[in-house]
């Protein structure tokens, strides 16, 4: 009995040990937000005479505890949900909001048929969708590992499959000379461990030159790392070394350009639209890119920092996976190997964040995280305490697919909505045995 007013904060869902919260006689306004389902503590919830609108989430009948839930004299409207909590509760608990429909126990009107079936039937196709992209990957993998066995390739021939730049010696003047002296004009990105200009060698090619932050120690075993790994990996989806530049005072790694700069820019801009076929074909690129470090090389190569900042994208949209500062070859005796160099927070493993154990699967792990974002278009760190973007994921399935999809897709495919789902269908494997769940799992939570 405040004069409280605007919405109800989303942060209010980290309150997952509330057992009681009366907010009544006040003057709330908005939707009640789905964070809600995350507060599985709450046993008494009374939101009545505000000016609440909006639907009453489904996703609240998790809510397993909750024994007293009143929304009375408030703006909301649709359907009354009736799992979990809701089956015990009285009309009384929705009296003046008349724009409720649902069970007849409520007192108030039925649902429309048809509206309801509509809404069901989108939800259904959207899971369908989403748990298709989920597991996409995984037959793409083991399909270019069954062609590459029946092909008989070996890595050497991984350089015949694309067109390569002829290595070359280049200067400390002449890379001065491409990039304008390095002019800020020039600039085109900030690393760990310095940055990245834009500059063009005599012959035209265009060219990224990574420059080495030399005040920091790690910076050297950085470039070192990158020296080491990029001089012997061929493949089109990583992104092309040129050759390197070095002296006691200066250290630059010459890279292939990318003129349409990081899946991370085109994914959060707001002058970019990435529709459904982009990113998968966008995720497809970077799984075989992990597939020939992980199989594809003499001695396997951890990347260490997958993220969306590291795929980059060239003049067609073709991804190349990038920055390999942290990265880590295996011995031909090891499985695992350990690290006092850590990832970007939100992709990493546990046993990698907590132990500083790596290997492959760590690989897969931040591949998932990827995976899920580019989907959802949810950055991993954005989740406050234990919750992670999985968890959020998973706690959203499949009541509430509709939140956890991109709101842009959602707009974006409207009608075409199946012809999207057809072009999963096509690549998806039709085997009623698969175990999606345990799959999905698998993919995301490494084993030791």
């Known amino acids: 009995m405040n004069q409280f007013s605007n919405g109800i904060p989303r942060e209010i869902g980290g309150l997952q040990n509330l057992e009681n919260l009366s907010s009544r006689h006040n003057k709330l306004q908005g939707a009640i937000p789905d964070s809600m389902i995350y507060m599985v503590g709450l046993e008494f919830l009374d939101l009545s005479h505000n000016n609440i609108s909006g639907i009453i ?34 009309s009384q608990v929705f009296i003046h909001s008349e724009a409720l429909c649902g069970s007849s126990r409520f007192s108030v009107p039925p649902c429309p048929t048809s509206s309801k079936h509509k809404s069901n039937r989108k939800k259904l196709l959207v899971l369908f969708l989403l748990l298709g992209l989920a597991i996409l990957f995984v ?18 021939q991984q350089a015949d499959s694309f067109s390569t ?61 990158e020296c080491e790994v990029l001089c012997s990996l061929r493949h089109r989806n990583l ?3 040129i050759t390197s530049c070095s002296n006691l005072d200066f250290k630059a790694l010459v890279l292939e350009h990318m003129p349409n700069g990081s899946h991370e ?20 690129d970077v799984a075989c890119a992990l597939e020939y470090l992980h ?3 003499s001695s396997p190569v951890i990347h260490c920092d997958l993220k969306l900042s590291n795929v980059l994208l060239d003049e067609d949209m073709v991804s190349h996976l990038s920055d390999f500062g942290i990265s880590k070859l295996l011995g031909e005796d090891q499985g695992d190997l350990y690290t006092k160099t850590l990832a970007t927070l939100g992709y990493i493993t546990p046993e990698y964040g907590l132990e500083g154990l790596v290997s492959t699967k760590c690989d897969v792990y931040s591949y998932g995280v990827m995976l899920l974002e580019t989907f959802t278009r949810r950055k991993p760190n954005e ?26 897709l959602e707009t974006q495919m409207g009608s075409r909505l199946q012809k999207e789902l057809d072009v999963v269908a096509s690549v998806t494997p039709h085997n009623s045995g698969y175990n999606i769940d345990h799959d999905f799992d698998a993919l995301l939570i490494p084993k030791p």
């Open 165 to 225: 730049v002829t290595r070359e010696r280049i200067s400390y003047y002449e890379l001065l000379q491409a990039t304008d002296d390095l002019s800020e004009s020039n600039l085109i990105g900030f690393g760990s461990f310095g940055s990245v200009y834009k500059g063009f060698l005599r012959s035209g090619t265009a060219i990224a030159v990574k420059v080495f932050n030399l005040q920091l120690d790690a910076a050297f075993r950085s470039f070192d790392t």
């Open 57 to 90: 989430p489904k996703s609240l009948e998790k809510l397993l505890k909750l024994k007293y839930f009143n929304v009375s004299v408030n703006k909301l409207y649709g359907e009354i949900p009736s799992g979990g909590p809701f089956k015990k509760l009285s």
């Open 383 to 408: 989740f406050e305490g234990d919750l992670s973007l999985k968890q959020w994921v998973s706690y959203s399935l499949p009541d509430a697919v509709m939140d956890i999809v991109d709101a842009n």
């Open 265 to 284: 820019k085109h994914l959060y801009s707001h002058n970019y639209f990435l529709d459904i076929r982009q990113r998968l074909s966008i995720m497809i």
């Open 239 to 241: 992104v092309k070394f």
């Open 295 to 297: 199989h594809g090389c």
């Open 139 to 156: 037959p793409i993998i083991f399909a270019f590992l069954w062609i590459r066995y029946r092909r008989g390739k070996r890595v050497p």
